[in-house]
């Protein structure tokens, strides 16, 4: 279809949407769910199409991670769904109650935002958790993939449509645009009369992209530069496993560590075992010129580093003297994501999650956890790392606004 054709249908149909009751809404969820398992040799057979042509491209290993499905994975995007079912329904929530001197009832209650636009990259399971989330705070959704996941996107959509169709409910609450031209997300950007939020997941080349772009209000999901400060009062049978865990368990992710901060006092002692647990990894080191006194293996980081998702086995190395300057660096070269601090100082500790700016602050814990799945919320539709409407893992009630429901008995303003 052509995309005004698709934006029209969006339009028309967020109003019968917004009017499903939860019932309806999670009986429909826990059907696609099925249906996605029930049917993932289709999904795969067209995933794999798409993984062996992003090797053909030459595509990094931590996309190809992020495009690869396997049985597992499609069970876990069908368990996101059920997840979604079992959560509050948020529309209709009143947020707040008063009554004004004048008699006048008014109520602040949750409403969707009717259309929403999803741009995202190489991550396929993103189609099904934005479905999700959408469907069940009642909006209609409009997708625009990449090209490296264009028939994996395809039959994930089908058989998500297919199943929606079988609970007598509009196919058109999910549509993907499946023209992979470039201009076409451009004027996708511009269909502000259609479309009522656009959210971008992906590249920070991307993301940038649609919020200096769109005429559509942008919720901004941004890049993960994400810091592991070990302070001194570290326990480094805590700091290693968390290292670890953050930096290697996948690389292609926004949640990642990519950077490692780490207390002149402890340097001497902790170093070594970073040392040899990256080597087992292998995963490249560039440090700053005290880390590389004991580093010798590795490189010396640029200004560029500091700042850099690597999305890959890097990882930078900074040296602080002590917690403040470790918290002037974070917030310097942070992307406002998420941060993790290593320490039995409660005093530190507190400080760290006052004075650093993220969306997620971290105390003796993996980076890996800001995820809407782990923080409860079911499948997420990204991490925002703005801080106006939403912050951090995205669930449902993010994905709703509010209006003012006003009830009088004849008043009129004097």
Not at 19 to 36: F, M, R
Not at 76 to 88: I, K, P, S, T
């Amino acid at each position: 279809m052509e995309l005004l054709e698709i934006c029209q249908r969006a339009k028309k149909v967020k109003y019968e949407a917004q009017i499903l009751s939860t019932e309806v809404k999670n009986k429909a969820l826990l059907h696609v769910a099925d249906a996605l398992v029930q049917r993932a040799d289709f999904i795969l057979e067209a995933n794999q199409k798409d993984y062996d042509n992003g090797v053909s491209n030459g595509m990094h290993q931590g996309m190809l991670d992020r495009l690869k499905l396997d049985n597992k994975r499609i069970e876990a995007m069908a368990e996101g769904l059920r997840e979604v079912v079992e959560l509050e329904d948020p529309i209709g929530t009143e947020i707040e109650h008063f009554t004004r001197p004048n008699g006048l009832e008014i109520s602040k209650v949750r409403v969707p935002f009717g259309v929403i636009g999803i741009i995202y990259e190489s991550r396929p399971n993103v189609t099904a958790d934005a479905f999700s989330l959408t469907f069940k705070s009642g909006n209609a959704v409009i997708l625009k993939g990449g090209s490296d996941a264009i028939n994996s996107n395809i039959a994930i959509t089908k058989v998500i449509r297919d199943a929606l169709t079988e609970e007598s409910i509009n196919p058109d609450v999910i549509q993907l645009i499946e023209d992979t031209d470039r201009s076409v997300t451009t004027s996708f950007m511009k269909m502000k009369e259609y479309v009522d939020v656009l959210i971008p997941r992906g590249s920070a080349g991307l993301i940038r992209a649609v919020v200096e772009n769109s005429t559509i209000p942008v919720i901004e999901t941004g890049t993960g530069n994400c810091h592991i400060y070990v302070d001194k009062d570290a326990d480094l049978e805590k700091a290693i496993p968390i290292i670890i865990n953050a930096k290697t368990q996948r690389i292609g992710v926004c949640n990642a560590a990519e950077s490692l901060v780490v207390h002149k006092d402890i340097k001497d002692r902790f170093l070594p075992l970073f040392d040899a647990v990256m080597k087992e990894h292998k995963v490249e080191v560039r440090a700053d010129e005290k880390a590389k006194e004991i580093l010798t293996d590795s490189k010396s980081a640029t200004e560029e580093d500091f700042g850099k998702e690597y999305l890959d086995y890097i990882i930078s190395v900074k040296t602080v003297n002590d917690i403040s300057e470790a918290i002037e660096h974070i917030n310097r070269y942070n992307t406002g994501h998420s941060e993790s601090i290593i320490t039995e100082n409660k005093e530190a500790a507190e400080k760290f999650l006052n004075e650093v700016d993220a969306a997620c602050v971290y105390v003796n814990a993996s980076t890996r956890f800001t995820d809407g799945f782990e923080f409860g919320f079911g499948a997420e539709i990204g991490i925002s790392t703005q801080k106006l409407h939403a912050r951090g893992p995205m669930g449902l009630r993010e994905l709703t606004s509010y209006k003012y429901r006003i009830v009088g008995n004849g008043q009129i303003r004097g």
